[in-house]
T-cell receptor, first 113, second 114 residues
């Protein structure tokens, strides 16, 4: 099973809302990732968790707050977002963070009004 | 830091024709990935190329890696409409604080016409 699941599939939020994106994998992978993808662009890495510890933060604004409660779950907490944060948010996982194949979830389409 | 460039960025093909997408990368990469993305969907892993001279084939797609030239190619044989998608190559940063990080090319939007 190479499935990464994400919820919700779509999210519309106002600039003052607080919401969370969720990601789950049951492949025993120890690395999990958040990416942001704008239309017709490649995914941009936001965060990497390795063995449940944050290992890479690509200078992401603090209105995005990641959390890894356990090795199977990854959350992205959203607060006070801007309209330009509207994008497809992709979660991925891999065996470890040294370059193994990353398996991507279906994504959450986020719209910030 | 690793930089990855693809060309062409847009490719319009007739069904039945052959074509190649090129992926150049700037520094040593431990491995090279090819992903496919359908509109509004997620990324699907197609190939991972691990060493110089590696060649992998799946259906009408064949990927190869030349580490000396820092070049990977994705060759499409006898294109069919179902291959219409965006194709990304991605290298892996081999050291420093970005070790293990994937760096994607810009993507090639492939459209196959009857």
């Amino acid at each position: 099973d190479t499935e990464v699941t994400q919820t919700p599939k779509h999210l519309v939020m106002g600039m003052t809302n607080k919401k969370s994106l969720k990601c789950e994998q049951h492949m025993g992978h120890r690395a999990m990732y958040w990416y942001k993808q704008k239309a017709k662009k490649p995914p941009e890495l936001m965060f990497v968790y390795s063995y449940e510890k944050l290992s890479i933060n690509e200078s992401v604004p603090s209105r995005f707050s990641p959390e890894c409660p356990n090795s199977s779950l990854l959350n992205l907490h959203l607060h006070a977002l801007q309209p330009e944060d509207s994008a497809l948010y992709l979660c991925a996982s891999s065996q470890d963070s040294t370059g193994d194949t990353q398996y991507f979830g279906p994504g959450t389409r986020l719209t910030v009004l | 830091e690793l930089k990855v460039e693809q060309n062409p960025l847009f490719l319009s093909m007739q069904e039945g024709k052959n074509y190649t997408i090129y992926c150049n990368y700037s520094t040593t990469s431990d491995r090279l990935y090819w992903y496919r993305q359908d509109p509004g969907k997620s990324l699907e892993s197609l190939f991972v190329l691990l060493s110089n001279g590696a060649v992998k084939q799946e259906g009408r797609l064949m990927a190869s890696l030349d580490t000396k030239a820092r070049l990977s190619t994705l060759h499409i044989t006898a294109a069919v409409h179902d291959l219409s998608a965006t194709y990304f190559c991605a290298g892996v940063n081999a050291g420093g604080t970005s070790y293990g990080k994937l760096t994607f090319g810009q993507g090639t939007i492939l459209t196959v016409h009857p």
